[in-house]
């Protein structure tokens, strides 16, 4: 069985991500790993340093000490603020019809809790930013930014908003990535029953290379059982995708995580980012 696993930090993006969790479960036959991290430096206090010298010996003891219980009181705070968290996902879960999730908590940094539990994922899933999300609204979360940067596996970033997934568009750029997204649509039978639309952006309307791109998309997808919308057009990726999706009324973009340059291992594609900061649908990335 295929795992999903989900990050959550309980912030606005926590309810729609588990919406888009739970119908991403139910298309891939797949359990949920529900994790939460609480951020070590939440609980971090400030060091007096060597103070003796200006405020005297005693009172350097006393402050170290309030300092240190106020420490033991922020801990105790986080750990009951993460069993909500964690609580508030299984209601979500069950509400949904979800019974086969894990609820896990731990303590430190994010990036560096995923390589422990990415490895067992088939799909990590998490909200587009977290709790200051009502801070720079056009820019991704820093957690986000760095586990699509770092991640080897695909990830599923959702809006703050939740709607109905009924038409689906993959942005195709005859890479291998782009062939493994039609490989998924055609071994995801859930998802058959989907609006599929594949777009490819060519330099010009004589763009050999782009009209060959989308017949050899719309073939392998018909050769699947399916009946897909396939269409090429002129402009810059990112701006003809994201008009698409307007036009189109699109549901849910599936794309290529990297560019084409040299460098494609170390950063996310230009078109990539700059979709993921302006979508208001979930995107899919895939590696």
């Given at each position: ?210 009209i060959a791109r989308i017949g050899e998309a719309q073939q392998w997808l018909q050769n699947g059982g399916m009946n897909p919308h396939c269409q090429m057009v ?29 460098i494609r291992q170390l950063v996310i594609g230009s078109t990539t980012l700059q979709l993921l900061r302006s979508c208001t649908i979930p995107i899919f990335l895939c590696r």
């Open positions: 069985m295929k795992t999903l696993l989900l990050c959550t930090d309980g912030s606005l993006f926590a309810t729609p991500l588990y919406q888009y969790g739970a119908w991403l479960a139910a298309q891939m036959a797949a359990r949920i790993n529900i994790l939460s991290v609480t951020d070590i430096r939440s609980q971090k206090v400030a060091s007096t340093g060597n103070l003796s010298g200006s405020i005297g010996l005693g009172a350097s003891e006393e402050l170290l000490n309030e300092l240190v219980n106020l420490e033991h009181e922020r801990a105790k705070l986080n750990n009951q603020r993460a069993k909500l968290i964690l609580k508030n996902a299984a209601q979500a879960m069950e509400m949904a019809g979800v019974t086969d999730f894990d609820l896990t908590h731990r303590t430190g940094f994010l990036v560096d809790c995923l390589e422990e539990f990415e490895a067992k994922a088939d799909v990590i899933l998490l909200g587009k930013r977290g709790e200051a999300a009502d801070f720079a609204s056009k820019h991704l979360g820093a957690n986000v930014d760095r586990i699509v940067r770092s991640s080897r596996k695909p990830c599923f970033v959702t809006p703050r908003t939740f709607r109905p997934i009924e038409r689906l568009l993959i942005a195709y750029d005859g890479s291998n990535t782009g062939r493994k997204m039609l490989q998924f649509l055609v071994e995801t039978p859930s998802l058959h029953g989907l609006e599929i639309h594949v777009l490819t952006v060519g330099k010009q309307p004589e763009d050999q290379g782009a002129v402009g810059e990726p990112e701006k003809a995708i994201a008009q698409y999706i307007t036009d189109a009324n699109i549901d849910l973009l599936l794309m290529g995580a990297y560019g084409h340059s040299r």
